[in-house]
């Protein structure tokens, strides 16, 4: 994967010659690409190629390619460049990582930095294009040129493989592992009792959860949720209650290789028959007479890395019927009697939702996580962290669709006009940027509140607000994968290609509106918790 270019520096002259099927030379951006052995391997036909094998090619590969296809090439294809200098080519030249990008100005509480990306208008946070912040400080701004730079050169350019082949390579796990971003991840304090790894640009006691937003934030720009529920979705949702409930002993065992990435787990709770109404799930969990194991039996269903998972967070009934009846257990994949099948979905390919049974497995009572038959208050402790973490993708994947939409309508030409000098296109446009604008904004005022209170009163406070921006978020990314898929065409019928981004995340709303709490359950919420807790402030009504 990495980007190695050959140094040779030709002439146009030079490629010139090389303009047959037996030696087809093309210049894109000033590098110089062989394309001889590739013609025929060329998605888009020999023909086409031949057409400019000798010349500048640049405009018509920007017309037909995303630079994610130049950078995946280049290492295979690129021989040299035109001139002296190297060429860098225009996908790469967008990367820019700069760890410790300038602060140009400080004032009281307010920030702004040096732009970065691509500053098209919408498509990025507007703090990263030179608007001023009262969230981010400089730890933010390294973690998010460090993880924009991993992403765009190691993994937007392979997830449409990934996604087809249905898996992450391990590696890339790993890396989440080394990088310190699994420990960063599971909404508490960076945890350094557990793991010897360090963030390389952000000081742990620093650590917030700005720096799990960006984190998550990035990694989704990739534009693929099956790619970050296989690196975030079980690790997200299985380890918190591990972290917060388990007894130090097994917190010791199990956390440090959670945490480098060498074990994984999954959150089991979802059943056949018990989605969202948590409190009637039936997988049993039976003491044993001598009171040291629990045995359990039970199916659960779309359970995110289920076939990964080494490490399984249960949800069981140990007791009479209802919430007060559930306890949470970690089960153990090396425990005899659990069994994984990889589910067929629509979307998310790349996550191995699976199905999970469990046959008379016997479970130490120390695997119990909190108390037993209080498994539900563990359980509520988790929803907010990992609604947050869906609205977050699921924004930054409204991001992508708007990103992909404006970026094609630059060049995409109808009736005698780009797509952008349309008004309908414009319209479509600005109704996603606003969804998406108006989401971010309450998404961040929504973590300096979390930034700003404990896990306990947040939990309360926020319950109702977190819910009610899950289903805006997911709304909003329903309307921006339509309304994208409308201004590509065709091309976001077919898989892969310019396109493939948005017909990947158009079959991926679904995963995003209904776990973690449907969106009818989760416009309820919004008003019921939050009249609760204003009640008790003495709202008047
Ligand atoms: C470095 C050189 C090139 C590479 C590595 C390359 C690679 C690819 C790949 C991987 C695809 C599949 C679609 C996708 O995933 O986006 C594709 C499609 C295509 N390519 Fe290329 N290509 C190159 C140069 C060119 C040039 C110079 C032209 C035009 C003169 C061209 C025209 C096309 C067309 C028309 C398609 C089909 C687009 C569609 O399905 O809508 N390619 N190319």
Redesign the pocket.
């Known amino acids: 994967m990495s980007n190695q270019q050959s140094q040779s520096s030709f002439t146009t002259e030079d490629v010139a010659k090389h303009n047959s099927e037996e030696s087809l030379w093309?210049i894109?951006d000033g590098g110089v690409?062989d394309?001889t052995s590739?013609q025929n391997e060329?998605?888009?036909?020999k023909k086409?190629?031949k057409?400019?094998a000798g010349k500048d090619?640049s405009k018509?590969?920007w017309?037909?390619?995303?630079a994610g296809?130049?950078k995946k090439?280049t290492p295979k294809?690129q021989i040299g460049s035109i001139g002296t200098a190297t060429a860098v080519p225009a996908a790469e030249k967008k990367e820019e990582p700069s760890p410790a990008a300038a602060l140009v100005e400080v004032k009281d509480s307010r920030e702004t930095f040096e732009p970065f990306g691509d500053l098209v208008p919408f498509a990025d946070p507007s703090w990263y294009q030179g608007y001023s912040t009262t969230y981010y400080n400089a730890s933010h701004v390294a973690l998010r040129n460090e993880v924009r730079a991993w992403v765009d050169s190691e993994i937007e350019p392979f997830v449409?493989e990934w996604d087809e082949k249905k898996d992450v390579p391990r590696e890339v796990y790993l890396e989440m592992g080394r990088r310190g971003y699994l420990a960063g991840a599971l909404g508490v304090h960076y945890p350094t009792e557990y793991t010897d790894i360090r963030p390389r640009c952000v000081a742990v006691e620093q650590w917030d959860h700005f720096h799990e937003f960006i984190l998550t934030d990035e990694i989704a720009r990739a534009g693929s949720g099956g790619l970050v529920w296989n690196l975030l979705g079980g690790f997200g949702i299985g380890a918190p209650p591990v972290i917060k409930f388990c007894r130090p002993e097994v917190k010791k065992r199990v956390l440090p290789g959670l945490l480098s990435g060498e074990t994984r787990i999954c959150l089991c709770i979802t059943e056949p028959d018990a989605g969202s109404d948590v409190a009637n799930l039936t997988t049993t969990a039976k003491k044993t007479d001598d009171g040291k194991y629990f045995i359990v039996n039970g199916e659960k269903k779309w359970i995110t890395n289920g076939i990964y998972a080494d490490y399984f967070t249960v949800a069981v009934r140990t007791g009479g019927d209802g919430m007060s009846g559930i306890s949470l257990l970690l089960i153990e994949k090396t425990m005899p009697g659990v069994n994984t099948r990889r589910m067929n979905c629509s979307g998310m390919w790349s996550s191995g939702t699976t199905y999970v049974t469990f046959e008379d497995v016997k479970v130490p009572v120390e695997n119990l996580i909190g108390k037993e038959n209080q498994g539900f208050k563990v359980i509520m402790t988790n929803f907010n962290h990992e609604r947050m973490g869906i609205i977050i993708q699921a924004n930054r994947f409204s991001r992508v669709c708007y990103e992909e939409s404006i970026k094609y309508a630059h060049k995409r030409r109808t009736f005698g006009k780009r797509l952008i000098d349309h008004p309908v296109i414009r319209a479509k446009l600005a109704n996603m940027a606003i969804r998406i604008e108006a989401t971010h904004n309450w998404l961040e005022n929504l973590i300096f509140q979390t930034n700003s209170m404990s896990e306990q009163e947040a939990m309360y406070r926020l319950g109702g607000a977190i819910a009610g921006l899950k289903a805006q978020a997911t709304q909003t990314f329903e309307f921006c994968a339509r309304e994208s898929a409308q201004i590509f065409g065709g091309?976001s019928y077919?898989r892969?290609?310019?396109g493939?981004k948005v017909e990947r995340l158009y079959r991926e709303v679904r995963a995003y509106a209904i776990p973690g709490g449907s969106e009818e359950i989760m416009l309820d919420l919004c008003i019921r918790q939050s009249l609760r807790v204003h009640q008790a402030l003495g709202a008047k009504f």
Not at 42 to 45: L, M, N
Not at 63 to 66: C, D, G, S, T
């Open positions: 093309i894109v690409y394309l590739f060329h998605p888009g036909g086409i190629l057409r400019v090619a018509m590969f017309k037909y390619h995303n296809i130049l090439y294809l449409g091309l077919s892969g290609g310019q493939g």
